[in-house]
């Protein structure tokens, strides 16, 4: 199959090595054109993948069946603005990354959408990307032409397991957007470990208390229980992890809490809905950004 992967990060590289490896024609696509991409990523076995890999053919991408977007959530829909007219008809995309609502911000088009949130952990070390944790990537329609696409599904797992289709993704987009409102947040104002998170119980359930309350309200059913279960437990597979808010705070980059916890509040508040505690995260991660996005501007 013709493969884009738009965002050659530790994500991006992670699927580029993949699909490679199970023989697909892939290329990538950087904002900044160059005329290769070198992928260097180091499996959870310890082997390795070191190559360098085409870019920004307009050809490749114009005939590509599947269009990956690996970006930051922030980045996606002016990335895919300018990209949109170069895609065939039939080309699908499928946007990984923290949060919601970018599918909102994307011009009209025609083209087979998917959504999806994956668990396989992947960061920058030196010039390699280290697979740390392998986990499940699970995807699913955003339109109708993308519930034509569940094809795929077997396709993206055979390249990097496990991968689920669901008919109806919504549920597990905000499951795991439970987990990144208390992950993500946390970890960057405290300034640890996913793991260390586990002195923090109370504000936990107070962010998964207001989480429940804003998915019961938009018809999902859960419970501040369940939330609570499945953060812990990703709490627990992640425990050495420095979340990626953290990094990007680390490393004064924009970060994803507009569509994480801002997306909630935004949801929460078409409901009239208080969210106090998640707000309140929130103003604090935005100060941090605005503190160095200030002087860099
Ligand atoms: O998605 C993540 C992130 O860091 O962005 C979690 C699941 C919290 C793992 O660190």
Redesign the pocket.
């Known amino acids: 199959m013709k493969i884009t992967v738009l965002g050659c990060g530790a994500l991006g590289q992670l699927w580029l090595s993949t699909l490679y490896q199970q023989g697909h024609d892939v290329q990538g696509w950087i904002r900044i054109p160059q005329p290769f991409c070198a992928v260097n990523v180091i499996f959870p076995d310890g082997q390795a993948f070191n190559r360098n890999l085409p870019t920004n053919d307009p050809q490749h991408l114009a005939e590509s069946q599947l269009l990956l977007v690996t970006l930051k959530a922030w980045q996606v829909s002016s990335a895919l603005s300018s990209l949109l007219p170069l895609l065939n008809e039939n080309c699908t995309i499928l946007l990984l990354h923290?949060g919601m609502g970018t599918v909102d911000e994307l011009p009209a088009h025609r083209l087979p959408i998917l959504l999806g949130a994956?668990?396989h952990?992947a960061r920058h070390e030196g010039n390699a990307i280290v697979h740390v944790a392998s986990g499940i990537t699970h995807i699913g329609p955003a339109n109708a032409r993308g519930a034509a696409a569940s094809y795929l599904a077997d396709q993206l797992h055979d390249a990097l397991p496990d991968v689920a289709w669901h008919d109806n993704i919504l549920p597990s987009l905000w499951n795991?957007l439970a987990?990144?409102c208390v992950?993500?947040p946390l970890?960057a104002l405290h300034d640890c470990t996913?793991g260390d998170l586990i002195t923090y119980g109370e504000q936990i359930e107070k962010i998964c208390s207001e989480v429940a309350e804003v998915m019961a309200i938009e018809g999902y059913q859960t419970h501040k229980e369940s939330l609570l279960s499945y953060v812990y437990q990703?709490i627990d597979t992640?425990s050495a992890?420095?979340?990626?808010?953290?990094?990007d705070i680390r490393n004064q980059r924009h970060t994803?809490i507009d569509y994480i916890t801002g997306y909630v509040l935004r949801r929460g508040r078409s409901h009239g809905l208080q969210l106090p505690v998640n707000n309140r995260l929130f103003e604090k991660i935005k100060r941090k950004e605005n503190d160095y996005e200030r002087f860099s501007s």
């Open positions: 923290n994956t668990t952990a795991k987990v990144n992950i993500n970890t996913n990703v992640t992890n420095h979340s990626s808010m953290l990094q994803e």
